[in-house]
């Protein structure tokens, strides 16, 4: 019996040790605010939502990070910028007083909720979202530029919500566009 003493006492220090592993694991957090403040979609991004006032989003994400840029002939009906508090390649249009879209562009390395970014493959966007993308040709090149737009909701103007993914002469993501529908511009606040 005083032989197995050192074995017993072994096994319970190895089963011990066990159950404070698992323990610990069980206190990992169930998510990162962090990532999930990251992801874009056609509501918003971390605390922008599609439809605050100009004066929410500046109080959220800063002014204009320069205000001597024009961003449209009629500011007060249209206009876009970077706020100062943004990732870079990251631009807020707010059309009669109120956000309608964000954009990522060059430089961006925010995702959308399908894990697409700046740079991805068409064919990945197209995978992402099967028969709910749309594909139409690009404005001003020729294929394979593309815009490919899923709508989540539907409507006419400040009601629809969706996102647009640019596609360039690469074959690769451009631009995204998230928001209302004002996702369908292709220049801006024109």
């Given at each position: 019996?005083?032989?197995?003493?050192?074995?017993?006492?072994?096994?319970?220090?190895?089963?011990?040790?066990?159950?404070?592993?698992?323990?610990q694991a069980g206190e990992l957090p169930d998510s990162d605010p962090e990532m999930t403040q990251d992801l874009l979609?056609?509501?918003?991004?971390?605390?922008?939502?599609?439809?605050?006032?100009?004066?929410?989003?500046?109080?959220?994400?800063?002014?204009n990070a320069n205000p001597e840029a024009v961003s449209a002939a009629e500011p007060s009906e249209c206009e876009q910028?970077?706020?100062?508090?943004?990732?870079?390649?990251?631009?807020?249009?707010?059309?009669?007083?109120?956000?309608?879209?964000?954009?990522?562009?060059?430089?961006?390395?925010?995702?959308?909720?399908?894990?697409?970014?700046?740079?991805?493959?068409?064919?990945?966007?197209?995978?992402?979202?099967?028969?709910?993308?749309?594909?139409?040709?690009?404005?001003?090149?020729?294929?394979?530029?593309?815009?490919?737009?899923?709508?989540?909701?539907?409507?006419?103007?400040?009601?629809?919500?969706?996102?647009?993914?640019?596609?360039?002469?690469?074959?690769?993501?451009?631009?995204?566009?998230?928001?209302?529908?004002?996702?369908?511009?292709?220049?801006?606040?024109?």
């Open positions: 019996m005083i032989r197995r003493l050192p074995f017993i006492i072994a096994i319970a220090v190895f089963l011990g040790s066990c159950g404070s592993s698992a323990q979609t056609a509501e918003g991004w971390g605390a922008l939502t599609i439809g605050m006032t100009r004066d929410e989003v500046t109080a959220t994400v800063g002014a910028f970077r706020p100062m508090d943004m990732p870079p390649g990251t631009l807020v249009m707010i059309e009669r007083g109120r956000l309608s879209r964000i954009s990522l562009g060059p430089g961006s390395e925010l995702k959308t909720e399908e894990d697409l970014g700046v740079g991805d493959p068409a064919a990945a966007v197209e995978a992402a979202y099967g028969d709910r993308a749309i594909t139409t040709p690009h404005k001003y090149e020729p294929a394979p530029s593309e815009y490919i737009t899923v709508w989540t909701t539907r409507g006419v103007g400040p009601d629809a919500r969706g996102i647009v993914y640019e596609i360039g002469q690469d074959g690769r993501v451009s631009h995204i566009h998230a928001g209302s529908g004002s996702i369908q511009y292709v220049e801006g606040c024109l």
